[in-house]
DNA sequence: CATATATTCTACTTATACGATAGGATAACA
DNA sequence: TGTTATCCTATCGTATAAGTAGAATATATG
């Protein structure tokens, strides 16, 4: 499971890519009221998509956050890992988030530790490949798909 | 992530998948003593897996736990659903732990719903076709390689 | 039948992380 | 200079994970 701050990063910064770059700036409590995020916890989520370089900002009036990339260049699988979300099922097979099993002899000799890698790896896969823009783009296609089948 | 009570269920069952079927039967202490599990812990994880009929047991002396099914029928993510690990990213995606988001207007229309949907399969899927016996099967390959290969 | 052995059951503890909030400081625009 | 917005630090409640305690119950064996 991913924290809901992971998922909340998703929609925030769908918000910022759907303005991408034109006007581009968006203020937090805009974000918060539209995608329904509480306001001040979505502020320490844009400051550490902030802190890693994601999203910049600008104080004042007509301030807010906005991408520093392409929406096709930021995949599912950086903002999980800039929130903190670990994608692996236990840490030992954790690429970002490495930690080694106490009780483990030998994590070379161990199955269990081989058949989680191989989920990771199927994982990171897809959340790699999928970018804002597609997240937008597969929502579009949704949106239609559900007005043409009926209502 | 899995909870590290799943890990501890996946070890202690290999440890009976080993015994299976002759004699078949081991006491807590020594699954825990063998695998290096808190004993009382370990304790609450087989009653679990009894109640969802994945191990019988026996008290008394020479009693003990042992598998009702052929290792070759267990699978990991029977494990892990039963003992509370959820495999999805996401509540909304889970098929065993499901709830909805509350903010979510629409699941259908959800672009990151129908990603983590993605996930979801391609890790249920390798979960799903690896068995204990696979496990063991793969543990013993691991260690005929690192005998050959080196040390 | 008594005793030792092992599971069963209920209840409790403790630590940590998640989700969220408060409030003042700082920057920028008009 | 006032207003608008981000910045920053600190805090807090709650849920869950992980593990522990101890008595009750069942069963083999001598």
Redo the contacts with the bound molecule.
């Keep these: 499971m991913i924290?809901?701050?992971s998922k909340y990063a998703i929609q925030a910064l769908k918000s910022l890519a759907k303005v991408y770059p034109e006007k581009g700036r968006l203020?937090?409590?805009f974000i918060a009221d539209q995608e329904r995020i509480?306001k001040?916890?979505l502020?320490?989520i844009?400051?550490q998509l902030?802190n890693v370089g994601i999203v910049g900002?600008?104080?004042?009036?007509?301030?807010?956050?906005y991408l520093l990339k392409s929406p096709d260049d930021i995949a599912l699988s950086d903002i999980i890992r800039a929130t903190?979300g670990p994608i692996a099922l236990l840490p030992c097979v954790s690429l970002n988030f490495y930690e080694a099993c106490e009780d483990c002899p030998s994590e070379e000799l161990c199955g269990l530790h081989e058949v989680l890698e191989e989920v990771r790896e199927a994982s990171v896969r897809i959340l790699a490949k999928t970018s804002l823009t597609d997240l937008i783009k597969r929502e579009s296609k949704l949106l239609k798909l559900s007005q043409s089948t009926d209502n």
Excluded: D, H, Q, V
């Design positions: 924290p809901r701050k203020a937090i409590a509480p001040k916890f502020e320490a844009l400051l902030r900002s600008k104080m004042g009036p007509a301030g807010g956050y903190g």
